[in-house]
C-alpha cells in the first residue's frame, strides 16, 4: 500500500505519543484491551475525531502491518 509522506509522518507521530504515554514500553507488549482503554481516555481527554480516527488508523497498521497480528481489532 502506497501512503503519502504525510499520512506516514503522522502515523508515525500517532505511534510515538502511544509509547510516551505508557512509558516507552514495546507497542508489541500492549495489549489490545490496553490500547482501546488508552483511546478512550484520549477521546474522553478531548481528542478531536479527525485526529482519533488517525490514531486508530496509525494503530491499526502497526499491529496488521508491522507485527503481523492479523486478529488484531479495535
Not at 503519502?4 to 505519543?17: D, F, M, P, T, W
Not at 483511546?39 to 497498521?61: C, D, P, W, Y
Request: with cysteine; aromatic share 10%.
Amino acid at each position: 500500500k502506497n501512503y503519502s509522506q504525510s499520512s506516514v509522518r503522522n502515523y508515525g507521530q500517532c505511534l510515538i505519543r502511544l509509547m510516551r504515554d505508557h512509558d516507552y514500553r514495546d507497542p508489541a507488549d500492549l495489549t489490545e484491551r490496553e490500547v482501546v482503554r488508552y483511546l478512550a481516555e484520549m477521546m474522553q481527554r478531548g481528542l478531536q475525531s479527525a485526529s482519533g480516527h488517525t490514531m486508530v488508523n496509525a494503530i491499526k497498521f502497526y499491529y496488521r502491518d508491522v507485527l503481523k497480528m492479523a486478529g488484531w481489532q479495535l
